[in-house]
């Protein structure tokens, strides 16, 4: 594959990885409802959810930093994919707030590692002038995974039920997992 060509594909499967790791940290917002009943839990514990998920989320940044450094961009993806899908599919099949509290780390810990990773590629792939905008266009497009939570993974869960809909998302990191070990590399 020509150079061009393979900077537009390693850039999309970064952005398809991204994709996929909001989709991932917005999934259980998508699903308050099921989540009371199915946990027996007020709105106040779940919300402790998004406070854990967050907290990991903003603790793990200078140490993924330093990781990238060290192991590099593509494994940190790869990593975190792995990570996210674990955490979904735990929480897929647990029914206790504890069990979906670990998920949850999980999740979090794996979008970690994803962004800034998937920008560190963008640097590396792209010219300097061009970087901005791609950073840009990556942080934009990743952000669908919000309408994925909120679309095609909130059908799953009315028409399938919580388990169906949480392993399918796992199954998506799973994919994003596979197509990163693939196609990304660290430099062109």
Request: proline fraction near 4%; glycine fraction near 8%.
């Amino acid at each position: 594959m020509d150079t061009r060509r393979a900077v537009w594909v390693v850039w999309s499967v970064g952005v398809f990885a991204y994709l996929v790791a909001v989709l991932q940290r917005s999934s259980l917002g998508v699903a308050g409802l099921e989540a009371t009943a199915r946990f027996q839990a007020t709105p106040a514990v779940l919300s402790a959810f998004v406070v854990l998920q967050l907290l990991v989320y903003t603790t793990l940044q200078v140490p993924v930093g330093l990781l990238i450094d060290r192991f590099g961009a593509r494994r940190l993806i790869m990593v975190g994919a792995l990570i996210m899908s674990i955490g979904q599919l735990l929480l897929a099949f647990v029914a206790t707030l504890p069990a979906a509290f670990l998920a949850r780390f999980l999740v979090g810990a794996g979008d970690a590692l994803t962004f800034i990773s998937v920008l560190r590629v963008v640097n590396a792939w792209f010219p300097a002038k061009r970087a901005p905008l791609m950073t840009q266009l990556t942080a934009l497009l990743g952000q669908l995974g919000q309408v994925l939570s909120a679309i095609p993974l909130v059908a799953l869960l009315r028409g399938f039920g919580w388990s169906a809909a949480f392993a399918s998302a796992a199954g998506l990191g799973l994919l994003a997992l596979v197509l990163v070990i693939a196609v990304v590399r660290d430099q062109p």
